[in-house]
């Protein structure tokens, strides 16, 4: 079973950036499409991004712009870059196969708080 590790996250103000990272104890490629997630407190996790296999991307609209997906199948890890960010991107942040499959880890705390 393949369980991702993120790290990353931190306590920053709002406009200031954060470079995310989470590493698969496997394989990715043989995961394919790859998430990142997010939960803020009292809320449900929604989507934020996907890197497809073929190493296309998705965005949800409300980071469009501001967030951008990587991923390196040789580290086996899937990295996204936040700038601008938001006191709204306040979050629990996880990564997870797209759809999901459960591989997430224990998640990074993203907080945007002047």
């Known amino acids: 079973q393949i369980q991702f590790t993120e790290s990353g996250g931190g306590l920053v103000q709002p406009g200031e950036s954060l470079r995310l990272s989470c590493v698969a104890s496997g394989s990715i490629s043989s995961i394919g499409a790859v998430g990142w997630y997010r939960q803020a407190p009292g809320d449900y996790l929604e989507l934020v991004a996907t890197?497809?296999?073929?190493?296309?991307?998705s965005y949800e609209d409300f980071v469009k712009g501001r967030f951008t997906i990587s991923k390196d199948n040789v580290k086996n890890t899937v990295d996204l870059q936040m700038e601008n960010l938001e006191p709204q991107d306040t979050a629990v942040y996880y990564c997870?196969?797209?759809?999901?499959?459960?591989?997430w880890g224990q998640g990074t705390q993203v907080t945007v708080s002047s």
């Open positions: 997870d196969s797209w759809p999901r499959r459960n591989y």
């Open positions: 890197v497809f296999s073929g190493g296309t991307t």
